[in-house]
């Protein structure tokens, strides 16, 4: 009909970021069904009839709006949801992202004051929500549990807020968090918001030197941990670790004068920990004697609100820095769609608060909506594989958001710990943090989802602030593998060698054009690595640091890091960061490190070892090489494989050359490429004939 005609005509105006949707309509109106047909997974129509954004039209709409009218877009969202003690100033945003325009500036919603934690708690008591369950604390161990309402959680914070503020903590200064996953870490998130502070949350799995970099670099005032936590059937003593960091930091000149230890008693009791004098002090003796109101610090819009650090491709962590509003408005937005949120939803992730995913998406994004979240401390398979369904049947989970590589690792345990439970309460699910293979996530959604519900596989980043290529579940149809469209207001450009931008199918690196909300502002005290890493190799663009191909039908599919860091399990480690660990051992020559395929973690770390002259090959040393990258990184980046390296392949000017130590990695040996531009390539021979040592 003509009126489909216009309605296709006016979707081939979409921006190219928005990739070919006129042929993903083609399909759902049943026409020239792509070839990949049967790799279509739709939503039910009755799933589809109930969601917040329930048709390609509706998406395209809203998309088209937000990206050619940002200002407006985002300002309305701003307006109807959330609380500003005062308006911006004119502009909703400002951006340059040209190094030759000058330096790289993000702005948004400037001017305007607001407090993140009162819109993600005061607010919701307002709306009349005060008495639902924020936060439902599982413990390690089966039968200990926990919640607080969202009036009882808003109390908790004050009185920690109150704490911080008499020991002197003020708007700007930072907050270093070493918590496990217990009610106390959103809680001390959110107590340094309202007061202005900036929380630093470093994972609870660092080690004590990562832990102490950390700590030299954003010179907290104070250093919030527990004594201990229980993972599994494992008791880790955290407080001996923050020890152990403040030892180091105060040699490297940064002296933290406080220690507030809160004391997680399932795990271990205080007596059993050292504390000193003057500088530790329990939570349980101090913070509840504090009261439960607390005024509001209202900050500016751009005003800092966390410092998260990541992995790069050299050897020192970035300090990516949040601010206030645009975060704030995006990581709610995204959530809101990105799960098809409602008011009745359970929601659970399970990430760790000590990553971006538990910053965006267990702390704000799901309190700004007022949702009801699972704050999880123990391990996903104890005291067996069947524990997530236990909990999702437990809580009737509705929204249940994981990564990859424990939907494998559950895969090879088979599927009678996951049909042994209902599961009946489940209609969203998601996946983050790396690419979930085809059949991963096929298993994920006819085993676990039982056929029924969407998956949401979010491609974003801790730079990103929030969701950036995104399905909406109710939207479109799936590709088992695809993260599918672009979220509102996200530009995605796949550039070639050189930067150009590439029209439809195509494969490269994927940048995104334009500023959006969440994204980061700086990297902490260091404005010109940000500039460098992330928007002078393509100019005018925000540069990933992951591939990406886009579909026929306009579908984008991101095929990992093309960069020096590695993906393990989700968790992004610098190869550069566990060379410089291996060689910190003083029988380690030098080391260079690869990813590999990992049948569970998604990549492995492959080590390859050149010893210092005379010093024998052995199994001791090779256990002493993997201890020492626990005790410097943390026990999630030790590597999976050491190889003895007599010599590593080098170019003549001495460059490392990675890919052929990937293909070895991978035993890809018949396609190690031209290896004539080495200075010594009976290198290469050798290291093959150690391969199997
Ligand atoms: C990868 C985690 C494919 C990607 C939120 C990115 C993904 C890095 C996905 C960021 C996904 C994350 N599909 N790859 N759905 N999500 N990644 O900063 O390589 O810990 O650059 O943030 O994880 O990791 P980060």
Request: glycine residues 8%.
């Given at each position: 009909?003509?009126?489909?005609?216009?309605?296709?005509?006016?979707?081939?105006?979409?921006?190219?970021?928005?990739?070919?949707?006129?042929?993903?309509?083609?399909?759902?109106?049943?026409?020239?069904?792509?070839?990949?047909?049967?790799?279509?997974?739709?939503?039910?129509?009755?799933?589809?009839?109930?969601?917040?954004?329930?048709?390609?039209?509706?998406?395209?709409e809203m998309y088209k709006r937000s990206v050619e009218d940002p200002a407006g877009f985002w300002s309305d969202i701003a307006t109807s949801e959330f609380f500003w003690k005062?308006?911006?100033?004119?502009?909703?945003?400002?951006?340059?992202?040209?190094?030759?325009?000058?330096?790289?500036?993000?702005?948004?919603?400037?001017?305007?004051?607001?407090?993140?934690?009162?819109?993600?708690?005061?607010?919701?008591?307002?709306?009349?929500?005060?008495?639902?369950?924020?936060?439902?604390?599982?413990?390690?161990?089966?039968?200990?549990?926990?919640?607080?309402?969202?009036?009882?959680?808003?109390?908790?914070?004050?009185?920690?807020?109150?704490?911080?503020?008499?020991?002197?903590?003020?708007?700007?200064?930072?907050?270093?968090?070493?918590?496990?996953?217990?009610?106390?870490?959103?809680?001390?998130?959110?107590?340094?918001?309202?007061?202005?502070?900036?929380?630093?949350?470093?994972?609870?799995?660092?080690?004590?030197?990562?832990?102490?970099?950390?700590?030299?670099?954003?010179?907290?005032?104070?250093?919030?941990?527990?004594?201990?936590?229980?993972?599994?059937?494992?008791?880790?003593?955290?407080?001996?670790?923050?020890?152990?960091?403040?030892?180091?930091?105060?040699?490297?000149?940064?002296?933290?004068?406080?220690?507030?230890?809160?004391?997680?008693?399932?795990?271990?009791?205080?007596?059993?920990?050292?504390?000193?004098?003057?500088?530790?002090?329990?939570?349980?003796?101090?913070?509840?004697?504090?009261?439960?109101?607390?005024?509001?610090?209202?900050?500016?819009?751009?005003?800092?609100?966390?410092?998260?650090?990541?992995?790069?491709?050299?050897?020192?962590?970035?300090?990516?820095?949040?601010?206030?509003?645009?975060?704030?408005?995006?990581?709610?937005?995204?959530?809101?769609?990105?799960?098809?949120?409602?008011?009745?939803?359970?929601?659970?992730?399970?990430?760790?608060?000590?990553?971006?995913?538990?910053?965006?998406?267990?702390?704000?994004?799901?309190?700004?909506?007022?949702?009801?979240?699972?704050?999880?401390?123990?391990?996903?398979?104890?005291?067996?594989?069947?524990?997530?369904?236990?909990?999702?049947?437990?809580?009737?989970?509705?929204?249940?958001?994981?990564?990859?590589?424990?939907?494998?690792?559950?895969?090879?345990?088979?599927?009678?710990?996951?049909?042994?439970?209902?599961?009946?309460?489940?209609?969203?699910?998601?996946?983050?943090?790396?690419?979930?293979?085809?059949?991963?996530?096929?298993?994920?959604?006819?085993?676990?989802?039982?056929?029924?519900?969407?998956?949401?596989?979010?491609?974003?980043?801790?730079?990103?602030?929030?969701?950036?290529?995104?399905?909406?579940?109710?939207?479109?149809?799936?590709?088992?593998?695809?993260?599918?469209?672009?979220?509102?207001?996200?530009?995605?450009?796949?550039?070639?060698?050189?930067?150009?931008?590439?029209?439809?199918?195509?494969?490269?690196?994927?940048?995104?054009?334009?500023?959006?909300?969440?994204?980061?502002?700086?990297?902490?005290?260091?404005?010109?690595?940000?500039?460098?890493?992330?928007?002078?190799?393509?100019?005018?663009?925000?540069?990933?640091?992951?591939?990406c191909s886009r579909d026929k039908d306009g579908y984008y599919w991101l095929t990992g890091r093309v960069d020096d860091v590695i993906n393990v399990s989700g968790h992004r480690?610098?190869?550069?960061?566990?060379?410089?660990?291996?060689?910190?051992?003083?029988?380690?020559?030098?080391?260079?490190?690869?990813?590999?395929?990992?049948?569970?973690?998604?990549?492995?770390?492959?080590?390859?070892?050149?010893?210092?002259?005379?010093?024998?090959?052995?199994?001791?040393?090779?256990?002493?090489?993997?201890?020492?990258?626990?005790?410097?990184?943390?026990?999630?980046?030790?590597?999976?494989k050491i190889h003895w390296a007599p010599g590593l392949p080098k170019t003549r000017s001495g460059k490392i050359m990675r890919r052929i130590l990937r293909k070895i990695a991978?035993?890809?040996?018949?396609?190690?490429?031209?290896?004539?531009?080495?200075?010594?390539?009976?290198?290469?021979?050798?290291?093959?004939?150690?391969?199997?040592?």
């Amino acid at each position: 009909s003509s009126d489909h005609l216009r309605h296709m005509d006016s979707m081939s105006q979409l921006p190219s970021g928005a990739g070919n949707i006129s042929s993903l309509n083609a399909v759902i109106l049943g026409e020239s069904l792509a070839s990949e047909e049967h790799d279509l997974v739709f939503p039910s129509p009755h799933f589809s009839s109930q969601a917040l954004i329930s048709s390609p039209q509706q998406y395209q709409e809203m998309y088209k709006r937000s990206v050619e009218d940002p200002a407006g877009f985002w300002s309305d969202i701003a307006t109807s949801e959330f609380f500003w003690k005062d308006k911006w100033a004119h502009e909703v945003y400002t951006e340059n992202l040209d190094v030759s325009k000058g330096p790289i500036k993000i702005e948004w919603f400037k001017g305007a004051t607001t407090n993140i934690c009162y819109n993600a708690l005061d607010r919701i008591i307002e709306s009349g929500s005060g008495d639902k369950v924020a936060i439902y604390w599982e413990g390690n161990e089966l039968g200990q549990d926990g919640k607080l309402t969202y009036s009882e959680l808003l109390n908790k914070v004050c009185q920690l807020s109150n704490y911080l503020k008499h020991v002197g903590v003020k708007k700007g200064d930072a907050v270093v968090i070493y918590l496990p996953m217990l009610m106390e870490l959103p809680i001390t998130m959110l107590a340094c918001a309202r007061i202005g502070a900036v929380h630093s949350v470093v994972f609870a799995g660092f080690s004590a030197e990562s832990l102490a970099q950390r700590i030299v670099d954003c010179k907290p005032r104070v250093v919030i941990t527990c004594n201990a936590v229980r993972r599994g059937s494992k008791a880790i003593h955290l407080k001996e670790i923050v020890d152990n960091a403040l030892v180091e930091s105060a040699k490297n000149g940064v002296s933290v004068g406080l220690c507030l230890t809160c004391e997680n008693q399932s795990a271990m009791k205080r007596e059993a920990t050292k504390c000193q004098d003057g500088r530790d002090i329990w939570w349980q003796d101090v913070v509840p004697q504090y009261p439960t109101e607390c005024e509001v610090e209202w900050v500016d819009s751009e005003d800092p609100l966390f410092l998260l650090y990541t992995s790069g491709s050299t050897g020192k962590p970035k300090g990516v820095l949040h601010t206030t509003g645009g975060y704030m408005v995006y990581s709610a937005t995204t959530f809101k769609y990105a799960f098809d949120y409602k008011p009745s939803d359970i929601y659970w992730c399970t990430a760790d608060c000590g990553w971006i995913t538990g910053h965006s998406y267990v702390t704000y994004g799901p309190l700004l909506n007022g949702a009801s979240v699972i704050v999880f401390e123990g391990a996903p398979n104890y005291p067996n594989s069947g524990r997530c369904w236990d909990i999702v049947d437990k809580y009737k989970v509705t929204i249940f958001y994981t990564a990859p590589t424990l939907v494998r690792s559950l895969m090879r345990d088979g599927n009678e710990y996951v049909t042994r439970y209902s599961r009946k309460s489940l209609r969203v699910l998601g996946s983050v943090g790396e690419p979930i293979n085809p059949s991963a996530w096929k298993w994920f959604y006819n085993v676990v989802g039982d056929s029924r519900c969407p998956i949401s596989d979010t491609w974003w980043q801790t730079e990103t602030g929030g969701f950036m290529i995104t399905p909406l579940p109710g939207a479109w149809p799936q590709k088992p593998g695809s993260a599918t469209f672009p979220f509102f207001g996200v530009q995605p450009v796949i550039v070639d060698e050189k930067g150009n931008g590439i029209e439809g199918e195509c494969s490269g690196y994927l940048c995104i054009k334009n500023s959006w909300p969440g994204a980061f502002r700086t990297l902490y005290g260091d404005h010109e690595r940000y500039e460098t890493t992330y928007f002078k190799p393509f100019t005018g663009y925000y540069f990933s640091g992951d591939g990406c191909s886009r579909d026929k039908d306009g579908y984008y599919w991101l095929t990992g890091r093309v960069d020096d860091v590695i993906n393990v399990s989700g968790h992004r480690i610098g190869t550069a960061e566990v060379e410089s660990a291996l060689v910190s051992h003083p029988q380690c020559a030098e080391a260079a490190v690869v990813g590999f395929e990992h049948e569970v973690k998604g990549q492995g770390i492959y080590a390859f070892v050149t010893l210092v002259d005379g010093i024998p090959y052995s199994e001791e040393l090779r256990k002493n090489l993997i201890l020492t990258v626990r005790n410097q990184i943390g026990a999630f980046a030790a590597p999976d494989k050491i190889h003895w390296a007599p010599g590593l392949p080098k170019t003549r000017s001495g460059k490392i050359m990675r890919r052929i130590l990937r293909k070895i990695a991978s035993r890809q040996l018949d396609e190690l490429g031209d290896i004539s531009t080495l200075a010594d390539p009976s290198v290469v021979e050798q290291l093959i004939a150690l391969s199997d040592s």
